[in-house]
């Protein structure tokens, strides 16, 4: 309607059905109620926009919690490979020292006896350094991050 009322009152200026000083007025008023007509466009898209960023940002943050979980997890994966790799390998030798004292213990004797101490020696480091790792990662409560308290 405003655009309507803006177009019919140039046009009537233009054509000269007004008379001068009424003219002038009546391009005043619709120059104005163009404006004010723009104006409230310019604040509704304003709004629409500003609505549009609010969505965007709340997206965004839920895709920033998403992306800190999953580099939690991720770490977690890493660390528990390199944990049950390196106990894999201690396992391993262990079973083979195990094995020699077994093999060693009817044909001779002394070497089966070193064997069984290395053997007990391994399996005391294991268990040691699986309590570490455990008493580690236990401690290990992942703390606050500066930019979660940052986000609104």
């Known amino acids: ?9 140039i046009y009537a200026t233009l054509q000269g059905k007004w008379q001068p000083f ?5 391009l005043l008023i619709c120059l104005s109620t163009g404006l004010a007509y723009g104006v409230l466009r310019l604040m ?5 926009k500003q609505a549009q960023i609010q ?3 709340a997206e965004l943050t839920d895709c920033l919690h998403e992306l800190v979980a999953l580099s939690g997890i991720r770490d977690r994966n890493r660390i528990a490979f390199e944990f049950y790799d390196a106990l894999g390998h201690a396992i391993a ?10 093999k060693l213990h009817s044909v001779h004797p002394e070497q089966s006896q070193a064997a069984l101490a290395e053997a007990y020696q391994l399996s005391g480091s294991i268990l040691r350094e699986i309590r570490q790792t455990v008493h580690t990662l236990a401690q ?9 308290r940052a986000i609104p």
């Not at 309607?1 to 009152?9: E, H, I, L, P």
């Not at 009424?22 to 009546?26: A, F, K, L, T």
């Not at 509704?44 to 629409?48: P, R, S």
């Open 140 to 148: 290990d409560t992942q703390p606050e991050l500066p930019h979660r």
């Open 44 to 48: 509704q898209t304003n709004a629409q």
């Open 93 to 102: 030798a262990l079973h083979i020292q195990v094995q020699a004292a077994y």
């Open 22 to 26: 009424e003219s002038w007025i009546g």
């Open 55 to 57: 969505v965007a940002h």
């Open 1 to 9: 309607m405003s655009y309507f009322v803006y177009y019919s009152c």
